[in-house]
């Protein structure tokens, strides 16, 4: 009769370790998915950060070689413009010695 009752209270005791292990690895478990959702985000945040400098490296990058071209472009007008002014003379002699001639 004794064994029976310390074989009962042996289940009984491991029924209670058995229960206490789930709850345990229940709340191991919950606390895993927070830190990996929580790792998880903070790598969001550090890839939104990176593309963020990025974008703005490029868009600095861009406004000095728009400038660069603008400079360029008005150098190269200005040259041309110059061209014209100074066969305009010539040519606008030419035109007149001809029309006089």
Excluded: P
């Amino acid at each position: 009769m004794e064994l029976i009752k310390q074989i009962k209270e042996a289940e009984s005791q491991a029924k209670g370790v058995v229960e206490q292990a789930k709850g345990e690895a229940v709340k191991l478990m919950e606390e895993s998915r927070a830190k990996e959702a929580q790792a998880l985000s903070q790598a969001e945040q550090k890839r939104r950060s990176a593309i963020d400098g990025a974008v703005a490296a490029a868009a600095e990058s861009s406004q000095g070689e728009v400038e660069n071209l603008k400079a360029e472009g008005q150098t190269t007008t200005e040259r041309l413009e110059q061209n014209a002014r100074s066969r305009m003379a010539g040519c606008v002699a030419k035109v007149m010695g001809k029309l006089q001639g």
